[in-house]
């Protein structure tokens, strides 16, 4: 059966869809694509895709013309609303994305979508082909949980750093919007620059900051003796939060601050109404120390099919 895109320019109307789909990245946020216009002139186009009657996945796609060439960029989606959804029906959805950016408009589609390493051929069948780039791997953690059960799923190692970090004495505040990039993104910079990472760009952040609601961007930081000791930046994101940023001073590191605020980050989140927390990227070649810390935490790791272009 043939699958259709709906385009949709109605905020609310999109933002309850990527609610009711439950684990949804924050790359396919309305509020994602309104920074990325912002800060790097790509327009954000989504749309609705149903087979036949039904509605199966909605989508974010953000594109940019170079010269007489239409690029589109597909992160991370689409948003299935059906785990369970049949092979067929999403070969019909996925090749629906692809149509309007066909050759013969002078257009292309660059794809890093939510479809599972596993499921590659899924792809092929929908006429992708493979490009040459790294395969995106991270970890859901589920919410619904309760504290005890949240508690009980972390590594046991993980779990005593935890209990150390508690025993500290560390005072963690949580800050709304853009009030706690002013100082954690001076600081992230900084650490990016000192362990020789890709940053993410701190325009785009408080682009992020300036189009999404009052309370998408929360900032923990912990606190020793009065001075900021570790902070982390969450993102959240129709019924899920996405952990985005991590930092530590020396005290910190030593008292283990950045467990505590992981930790908090999971209790705040489940009380803020978030079902699923994902941990934002893990990266055994490139950072290995980060994903072995973010795998303490006990997620359902995955990793996506990697990067495919759609040209015909």
């Given at each position: 059966m043939t699958a259709t895109l709906d385009w949709i320019d109605n905020r609310d109307a999109y933002q309850a869809m990527l609610f009711e789909a439950g684990r949804s990245a924050l790359l396919q946020d309305w509020a994602w694509g309104e920074a990325k216009a912002e800060s790097e002139g790509w327009r954000p186009r989504r749309a609705v895709i149903a087979v036949g009657t039904v509605a199966v996945a909605v989508a974010q796609v953000l594109e940019k013309r170079i010269g007489p060439v239409c690029i589109a960029r597909l992160n991370r989606g689409p948003v299935w609303f059906d785990d369970d959804l049949s092979v067929e029906d999403r070969i019909a959805a996925l090749a629906a994305l692809r149509r309007p950016w066909r050759w013969f408009r002078a257009g292309a589609l660059l794809?890093?979508?939510?479809?599972?390493?596993?499921?590659?051929?899924?792809?092929?069948?929908?006429?992708?082909?493979?490009?040459?780039?790294?395969?995106?791997?991270?970890?859901?953690?589920?919410?619904?949980?309760?504290?005890?059960?949240?508690?009980?799923?972390?590594?046991?190692?993980?779990?005593?750093?935890?209990?150390?970090?508690?025993?500290?004495?560390?005072?963690?505040?949580?800050?709304?919007?853009?009030?706690?990039?002013?100082?954690?993104?001076?600081?992230?910079?900084?650490?990016?620059?000192?362990?020789?990472?890709?940053?993410?760009?701190?325009?785009?952040?408080?682009?992020?900051?300036?189009?999404?609601?009052?309370?998408?961007?929360?900032?923990?930081?912990?606190?020793?003796?009065?001075?900021?000791?570790?902070?982390?930046?969450?993102?959240?994101?129709?019924?899920?939060?996405?952990?985005?940023?991590?930092?530590?001073?020396?005290?910190?590191?030593?008292?283990?601050?950045?467990h505590l605020l992981l930790w908090r980050s999971l209790l705040e989140l489940k009380e803020r109404g978030c079902r699923w927390f994902d941990l934002g990227g893990m990266d055994d070649r490139l950072t290995p120390g980060v994903a072995a810390f973010k795998r303490g935490l006990g997620g359902d790791e995955f990793t996506l099919a990697g990067e495919w272009v759609a040209v015909l």
């Open positions: 794809a890093a979508p939510e479809v599972a390493a596993g499921d590659a051929a899924l792809l092929r069948a929908a006429g992708y082909r493979p490009r040459r780039g790294p395969a995106w791997s991270s970890a859901w953690l589920d919410l619904a949980r309760d504290e005890a059960a949240l508690r009980k799923g972390l590594a046991g190692k993980w779990r005593n750093m935890l209990v150390n970090a508690e025993k500290a004495g560390l005072e963690v505040a949580v800050t709304e919007g853009p009030a706690g990039l002013d100082w954690l993104l001076p600081h992230y910079r900084e650490m990016a620059a000192d362990k020789g990472f890709e940053a993410l760009p701190p325009g785009l952040l408080a682009a992020l900051a300036r189009h999404g609601d009052a309370d998408q961007l929360l900032t923990l930081i912990a606190r020793a003796e009065g001075e900021p000791a570790s902070a982390v930046l969450l993102a959240r994101h129709g019924a899920a939060a996405t952990y985005l940023i991590g930092w530590n001073g020396d005290s910190g590191r030593r008292l283990r601050g950045n």
